[in-house]
């Protein structure tokens, strides 16, 4: 598998290869949808409690960045804190790109029995190596849905309204009340 190659998610194996998926295959996709913002909307959110797509890149790498500190760095003392953000577009997609590369290295370094070994992060209760890498996974899929609502509301991904698909439709059920609920 390259170092680029997301695992098949058909075919996956371990538990590792799941996280693998989970983290910089989720990076991957907060960054095509950054790859996707005119810059001229780069900083820019249809509203003041969303997150612009800089934000959503900018909290996405400092947590990765944390964590894989956390997980790597076991004498606190040396912790540093994260670099300075380039407010440039293609250099913070760039660096989140990198980031992304980092714990896919990360990822393939552990064995399953680390997941099982427990570091201090810097509230000081300890936790398995496996629950930093769901905490990564949680976040990068928020994230993920964070960029993509603004490629929508762009119209990035098509100009038509929203209609999401419902199992209801797809079975022929009929008698069913309709989703989503007329919106007021």
């Not at 509203?47 to 500190?69: G, I, K, M």
């Not at 003392?77 to 990360?106: C, F, G, N, V, Y």
């Not at 990035?156 to 079975?171: I, K, Q, T, V």
């Amino acid at each position: 598998m390259s170092d680029q190659a997301n695992p098949d998610f058909e075919r996956l194996e371990t538990e590792l290869q799941m996280f693998e998926l989970m983290v910089p295959g989720y990076v991957g996709s907060i960054l095509r949808a950054a790859r996707l913002i005119p810059a001229d909307k780069w900083n820019w959110s249809f509203s003041e409690r969303t997150p612009t797509a800089r934000e959503t890149c900018e909290h996405t790498f400092v947590w990765l960045w944390c964590d894989r500190q956390q997980l790597t760095v076991f004498d606190r003392s040396l912790h540093q804190p994260t670099p300075e953000l380039p407010l440039d577009q293609p250099e913070m997609i760039a660096l989140l790109e990198e980031e992304a590369k980092e714990w896919r290295r990360l990822i393939r370094s552990l064995s399953p029995e680390q997941l099982l070994e427990e570091r201090e992060p810097w509230e000081g209760e300890k936790r398995l190596v496996r629950s930093f890498l769901f905490h990564m996974g949680q976040h990068v899929i928020y994230k993920a849905g964070q960029i993509w609502m603004l490629a929508f509301e762009l119209g990035l991904d098509g100009d038509e309204p929203y209609d999401a698909p419902f199992p209801n439709r797809s079975y022929g059920f009929t008698d069913t009340a309709p989703w989503p609920a007329p919106r007021t």
